[in-house]
T-cell receptor
């Protein structure tokens, strides 16, 4: 079993829909990262969380440390949100990230 | 510079040749990471630098892989005697300090070993 599991692996939705991507992890962490990767593009860090909730524009990220679970929400989704969203964790005492397999999101107009 | 710069953006090489991949992190970022993304696979950690030293090399797949960082800035990842399974996108990331800081990624080097 991977240390970081994301669901769903693929998600297709219509423009305007509310999107939720989930991430569960099995190790003690010091931080959790949400990353965005556009086709053919580089990776952009969206959020880094160690507790609670963060919001940036239409994106919201939450984390529940006790349940070892995080969610990324996108409100009023738009075709330009189509990308692969990757959850990654920093293990306690380590610097490297351990990555989930990613969620491929497609928003149709 | 304004962002993390990697070169070359694409590299095609023949099996058995050596390759060097370069990463120029954001100025002042002390932490530098190399990751690899193979086709259809997730991202995997290779090596982490704090300044010029590499406290974690645990992700390097074999002794054909090595990396160095000089002047606390530019890093070079070297792959000797390349194999076809080395084909992947090699990504570099940097952060201001190593612990729990936002990472900034380069655009990657697409390595193809024929």
């Amino acid at each position: 079993k991977n240390e970081v599991e994301q669901s769903p692996q693929n998600l297709t939705a219509q423009e305007g829909e509310f999107i939720t991507i989930n991430c569960s992890y099995s190790v003690g962490i010091s931080a959790l990262h949400w990353l965005q990767q556009h086709p053919g593009g580089g990776i952009v860090s969206l959020f880094m969380l160690s507790s609670g909730k963060k919001k940036h524009g239409r994106l919201i990220a939450t984390i529940n440390i006790q349940e070892k679970h995080s969610s990324l929400h996108i409100t009023a989704s738009h075709p330009r949100d189509s990308a692969v969203y990757i959850c990654a964790v920093s293990r306690q005492g380590a610097q490297k990230l351990v990555f989930g397999q990613g969620t491929r999101l497609t928003i149709n107009p | 510079g304004a962002g993390v710069s990697q070169s070359p953006s694409n590299k095609v090489t023949e099996k058995g040749k050596d390759v060097e991949l370069r990463c120029d992190p954001i100025s002042g970022h002390t932490a530098l990471y190399w990751y690899r993304q193979s086709l259809g696979q997730g991202l995997e950690f290779l090596i982490y630098f704090q300044g010029n030293s590499a406290p974690d090399k645990s992700g390097l797949p074999s002794d054909r892989f090595s990396a160095e960082r000089t002047g606390g800035s530019v890093s070079t990842l070297t792959i000797q005697r390349t194999q076809q399974e080395d084909s992947a996108v090699y990504l570099c990331a940097s952060s201001l300090v190593p612990t729990n800081e936002k990472l900034f990624f380069g655009s990657g080097t697409q390595l193809s070993v024929l």
